[in-house]
């Protein structure tokens, strides 16, 4: 069994967009640092409420009831003066003045990029949780809010399919992936979309307008195109599909219900796991490590190692979907 430290005093925060399944993982830190008689900070509004000493003692009942909801207890901002080495000296200090010993990040890929600058520049222990409703960090299957993110709008779709069926026509929905086609690839597979427009893949208007049209030939009475919000914008895709087509189109984009609801049971059982585990490796002296789940393990990955590679799309899965929608 790993030798504990003498660690007294954690902290947890979580920086930058918010994941359903943060407040969930909150509660394990908070629960687990408690359990192993560790005093633990709540640090609110990111990194900037660090800077401002926005820090309060979180208690076993400060994280009750909290575990089915959506959102973070902690709050968040968006913080780009942190970039700035002046202002991390500034939150350093404060880290120090309430002898926060070890800290644990909740948060994406910016977080990620902070807490290694952080490392390198204080020697601050620091365990990363993986939270982010795109799922783009390499090291984990799955991250915290990605699972959510997707049912939220496989729900959504679902309905839309209902009142597409109804006046036969073609729904082109835009779903979150500035950068990558995580969610839009995901939620077009299981929705049994006509097309799925990714930005990993180069899309043919053209090809997808003949789909369509095949489509009702054969009798379809409803499509569904998913786009990802970094691939093409959905206004754009549905007046070229009208114009192919002479279907009537309608767009409808989810926006930010993806980042809002429940967590999942996905989603809550990843946080849980992950959360505990990143306290569990404070208290055994480890630091600048991505906590993440392969294959339903929690394993542990260096932060280094996490930002130097970039996680691929699963371009098997997005055959598939082509194949099954057909």
């Not at 779903?175 to 979309?193: E, H, P, Q, S, T």
Request: charged letters at 25%; glycine letters at 10%.
């Amino acid at each position: 069994m790993p030798k504990k430290t003498k660690l007294k005093t954690i902290a947890v925060v979580t920086p930058g967009g918010d994941a359903p399944g943060m407040n969930p993982a909150i509660r394990a830190v908070v629960r687990t640092a408690i359990f192993n008689g560790l005093k633990v900070f709540g640090i609110e509004k990111g990194w900037l409420g660090l800077i401002e000493g926005k820090i309060k003692d979180l208690e076993l009942q400060s994280v009750g009831g909290i575990i089915n909801r959506g959102g973070t207890i902690l709050h968040t901002h968006r913080c780009p003066e942190f970039r700035q080495k002046d202002i991390r000296k500034k939150a350093y200090e404060k880290i120090k003045a309430y002898n926060i010993e070890g800290l644990v990040v909740i948060g994406g890929d910016g977080s990620l990029n902070a807490s290694n600058v952080l490392i390198k520049e204080f020697q601050l222990p620091i365990i990363n949780i993986p939270a982010s409703i795109d799922n783009d960090i390499f090291g984990t299957d799955y991250s915290i809010g990605f699972d959510t993110a997707v049912n939220t709008a496989v729900e959504a779709i679902d309905k839309i399919r209902d009142t597409a069926t109804s006046h036969e026509r073609v729904f082109v929905i835009e779903v979150m992936g500035r950068n990558n086609g995580f969610i839009a690839l995901d939620v077009g597979l299981v929705c049994g979309a006509e097309a799925i427009i990714i930005p990993e893949v180069p899309f043919n208007i053209d090809a997808i307008g003949q789909k369509l049209r095949y489509g009702q030939q054969r009798g379809k009475s409803s499509f569904i195109v998913v786009v990802a919000e970094g691939a093409a914008r959905a206004d754009d895709v549905a007046k070229q599909l009208q114009k192919r087509t002479k279907l009537d189109v309608r767009v409808s984009i989810l926006g930010h219900i993806q980042r809002g609801g429940s967590p999942t049971a996905l989603s809550r059982e990843a946080a849980c796991k992950l959360g505990a585990r990143a306290v569990q490796l404070l208290l055994e002296g480890k630091k600048g490590f991505m906590v993440g789940l392969i294959s339903d393990k929690v394993i542990e990955t260096p932060i280094d190692e996490v930002l130097k590679k970039k996680k691929s799309i699963d371009m098997n899965a997005y055959k598939l979907a082509n194949m099954l929608a057909s």
